[in-house]
């Protein structure tokens, strides 16, 4: 997307109680966001008539996530997003850098102070040179309406509320934050509609954010077992990733085992990559070692190193060194590479050290250059310097 400035259509007047900010543009704000989403869309509808918005508008309601305090989804325009206005600046009113680094720090505070054990969980995981907290962060999710009440939207995005976001000089309609059954009560049947594969994937992902598996995980289950395109079942697949719940892991084993779809079986697998509970570690450390399907290994190796842990890197190790398939040697190979910290690097020069097989040692020594840092530098000017003598 572009990162061209936000702007209000000059037609457009601000009624008692609704937002404007004069440098970036216009939010309508529901006055009482509450209650289905579909009455607020109607509500909104009501003020596109009033207001004349004959090219339609934009309307967004948020809901609550769990994510990395400097993870986001949504528009990274040029020159960073502090340069641009944001949609909590938008919704909100602007706030200053401090102002907005001490709502920062208040929201990883209330996130470890409410959910200890989620946020121990999640920093437990973080192997990184900066490890990141825990944070619950509002994320909007933004529909384009047009004048006249077509059955889908004519766009569908999602946003983090601390990025800035292109309008495209539509009008903005803000409707408030909603639980996530108030929200999939409006999403679920809003996929119905949606006739083209670009509008499915897209209403899927939004769906897929919502942590709430007794509403999810029925729904992509239909899909799965439905008469759905490869891409769209694959991207019902990779949502159950998010629900990091049993049932979610039963039906993603199930498709990894039974879908026909080559890209289907492997998103399920990256499905598992994201899961934290251990039956999902496991069952991926299972399909590394033992699928008889070369694509699902493969899938699964990559997963192993996003896992990082001491279980999953003794058997990249013990793939690396000597697993009969070439090609998964060498995937595990560089899987070793792409752990965090550099992590991978003891490994890699054991490999180039003491492996019998020239070929592994220089698979591995292409890896330490995928390493990077002045440490693989070293490594590597040592390892030249050894070869020269």
């Known amino acids: 997307m572009s990162g061209a400035r936000i702007t209000a259509p000059e037609t457009m007047a601000v009624p008692p109680g609704r937002a404007q900010d004069s440098d970036a543009g216009q939010a309508f704000i529901h006055p009482q966001p509450s209650g289905p989403i579909a009455d607020r869309v109607a509500w909104a509808r009501g003020e596109a008539k009033a207001n004349r918005w004959d090219k339609g508008f934009w309307l967004g309601f948020g809901i609550r996530r769990l994510m990395g305090e400097h993870s986001g989804m949504g528009w990274y325009p040029w020159g960073g997003p502090e340069t641009h206005i944001t949609l909590d600046d938008l919704i909100n009113g602007k706030k200053t850098p401090l102002e907005k ?51 889908f939207p004519a766009d569908i995005r999602v946003s983090n509320l601390n990025l800035p976001f292109d309008f495209e000089e539509l009008p903005f309609v803000w409707v408030g934050m909603a639980e996530d059954s108030e929200s999939l009560a409006f999403l679920i049947p809003l996929y119905a509609k949606a006739a083209g594969e670009e509008d499915k994937r897209s209403i899927l992902w939004a769906i897929g954010l919502h942590r709430d598996s007794a509403a999810v995980v029925p729904f992509i289950e239909r899909i799965l077992a439905g008469k759905e395109s490869e891409e769209i079942r694959a991207e019902a697949a990779a949502c159950l990733g998010e629900q990091n719940d049993p049932k979610a892991l039963e039906l993603l084993l199930k498709t990894i085992k039974a879908d026909p779809s080559s890209e289907v079986r492997e998103r399920a697998v990256g499905g598992l990559v994201e899961m934290e509970l251990p039956a999902a570690t496991e069952a991926l450390i299972s399909f590394a070692l033992n699928s008889t399907d070369r694509h699902i290994r493969s899938e699964a190796v990559r997963g192993l190193a996003e896992k990082a842990t001491a279980a999953t890197v003794k058997v990249l190790e013990k793939i690396a060194t000597g697993d009969k398939d070439r090609e998964i040697q060498e995937e595990a190979i560089h899987a070793l590479a792409d752990l965090p910290s550099r992590s991978g690097l003891p490994y890699l020069i054991s490999l180039v050290r ?21 440490e693989a530098v070293k490594i590597l000017t040592e390892l030249a310097k050894g070869r020269r003598r």
């Open 354 to 374: 003491t492996h019998p097989e020239a070929a592994v040692r220089k698979e591995a020594v292409a890896a330490i250059g995928e390493v990077g840092g002045a």
């Open 101 to 151: 680094k001490v709502a920062n720090d208040q929201v990883a505070r209330g996130t470890a102070a409410s959910m200890p054990a989620a946020a121990h969980s999640f920093a437990a995981k973080q192997r990184g040179d900066e490890p990141e907290r825990l944070v619950m962060r509002e994320i909007g999710i933004l529909v384009r309406l047009t004048a006249m009440e077509a059955e």
